[in-house]
């Protein structure tokens, strides 16, 4: 069975807690948690009641309909009856066979252990000791975090990379209230102390979004929520209804995608399907602004890596905008596309450009000061869903597309190349994502085969292409946000 994997993010290397904190659930927290589940539950009842009674009748008449078989011969029955008695000698089934031993006599001869200490056929001793070393996170692992849809439920699965030990399992997962679309790792804690945190967002079909914390298994629900949904209220005979949305707060759709601004932790922007950019402070968990200058659903947007005001954005409406946050009505500038925006990402070795795909297969690098392309370049056949360029190797793009390709290029001086080309026999890919600590390392999700990690320095073309290239670390922003690239 196919189990989507729809959006990916990694997690710095000697961020997450060596010992995740396990949650214990007190009597008063568990009524309440079994209570709102059940006023959810109820919402939906109440919501599907009439399409439940109209099934149901359907399925009456095709009952009524439907003729009875008729019934056999009873002559020819007993006759079956009588050979099938012969054939396997059913007539003597209850007679005791007296050659047949005891269940006792047959068991006698069997070895019994006190321990598995003690038995010589078990290999594995202590289970528990290797349950607890998976458990333990170690400075040398990355977590990979992916939204992932199951038949029956949508859920975030959290995996450990290790790269020198080659080892990649599932630590633990959390369970989601709607269909997962985007992640955005933070290390924002909402926490007065002003502490760093190791913390997901997700993005879902709701306009609610979760926020949950990556130190904590087998939690319930998510640490803080960005947003409401609508409430709907039942309209009383002779009153008017005051307003639309009460006490309404954030999107009215689904949340697309996701950005942390690096340098001002507190922020964190969301692209919707209402056709808005929220940027929210989580500090107070309020929106500080929205931007509602696309006209259709807005895919994807991404902060800049080093400019704490700025912020681009690219929409089905086939245009990509960059705004100054400072006054993001006033300062903004468009470029148009031959298709609809599918992702944005900015260039970390090249602070004045960034890169945008469309859905019609195509790969744009844009100078912010410009407003025609840098260049222009066909990817794919189809929707290029995954824009990732290399985390420490400059001119590196991987690309992966609906057309269930993964593609790797060359980009330095702004003369794209083809490096090397693969089917993932993953179906459609929804997304991908570059390690942090690993340039070459990269995952990706699509309609099947789960989570996938590909180390890309195993093909000997990148190797020629990129394996001399000089690397380029940007430094992960601390807690006073300061910023800086070296070389190594």
């Known amino acids: 069975m196919s189990c989507p994997v729809t959006c ?4 710095p290397r000697g961020v997450a807690k060596e010992t995740p904190d396990k949650v214990q659930l007190d009597r008063e927290e568990l009524k309440r948690l079994i209570s709102e589940a059940k006023e959810k539950l109820q919402e939906a009842t109440d919501a599907s009641d009439d399409e439940c009674h109209e099934e149901a009748a359907d399925n009456a008449m095709d009952v009524v309909e439907a003729s009875a078989p008729e019934d056999g011969d009873p002559e020819e029955t007993e006759k079956l ?6 054939e396997y ?3 003597k089934y209850d007679e005791e066979d007296a050659g047949t ?13 006190g321990s598995n200490e003690n038995d010589p056929y ?19 692992d990355n977590l990979v975090v992916c939204g992932r849809v199951d038949k029956d439920h949508c859920s975030l699965e959290v995996h450990v990379y ?5 080892s990649f399992y599932v630590h633990h997962d959390l369970i989601l209230s709607a269909y997962p679309l985007s992640t955005e790792w933070l290390n924002f804690d909402p926490n007065p102390d002003d502490s760093t945190g190791n913390y997901i967002a997700v993005g879902t079909m709701s306009p609610v979004i979760e926020v949950w914390d990556l130190d904590i298994v087998d939690c319930l629900e998510p640490v803080f929520s960005l947003g409401s949904k609508k409430t709907k209220k039942k309209k009383k005979k002779g009153k008017k209804s005051l307003s639309k949305e009460d006490n309404h707060v954030g999107h009215t759709d689904a949340v697309l995608d996701l950005s942390w601004n690096k340098q001002l932790r507190s922020v964190l922007a969301s692209a919707s399907a209402d056709h808005s950019v929220i940027l929210w402070d989580m500090s107070t968990g309020t929106p500080a602004a929205e931007l509602s200058s696309h006209t259709d659903k807005v895919q994807t947007l991404q902060f800049h890596p080093f400019e704490t005001q700025t912020l681009v954005s690219g929409s089905y409406d086939k245009s990509a905008i960059l705004y100054d946050c400072r006054s993001p009505q006033d300062s903004r500038r468009i470029w148009r596309f031959s298709g609809e925006v599918a992702r944005v990402t900015w260039n970390h070795f090249s602070p004045y450009h960034f890169l945008a795909s469309t859905e019609d297969g195509f790969v744009y690098s844009i100078d912010a000061r410009s407003d025609k392309p840098v260049f222009t370049l066909k990817a794919h056949d189809e929707e290029v869903s995954g824009l990732q360029l290399s985390s420490q190797i400059k001119g590196c ?4 597309s609906s057309d269930k390709y993964v593609k790797i290029w060359d980009v330095l001086g702004d003369k794209p190349s083809l490096v090397h080309s693969r089917d993932m026999k993953m179906g459609i890919l929804f997304c991908a994502a570059c390690c942090p600590d690993l340039p070459f390392v990269y995952a990706f999700g699509g309609e099947r085969q789960g989570l996938r990690i590909w180390d890309i320095s195993t093909i000997s073309a990148v190797n020629d292409v990129f394996g001399s290239r000089q690397r380029l670390i940007v430094a992960q922003p601390s807690t006073d946000a300061k910023n800086s690239t070296q070389q190594q």
């Open 8 to 11: 990916a993010a990694w997690v």
């Open 81 to 86: 009856d009588d050979d099938e008695l012969a």
């Open 89 to 91: 000698d059913l007539d």
């Open 101 to 113: 031993e005891s269940l006792g006599e047959a068991l006698a001869g069997l070895a019994v252990y």
């Open 122 to 140: 078990v290999t594995i001793k202590d289970t528990d000791q290797y349950e607890h070393e998976d458990f333990v996170i170690k400075s040398s």
């Open 162 to 166: 290790n790269h020198d030990e080659d």
């Open 397 to 400: 793009l991987v690309t992966s």
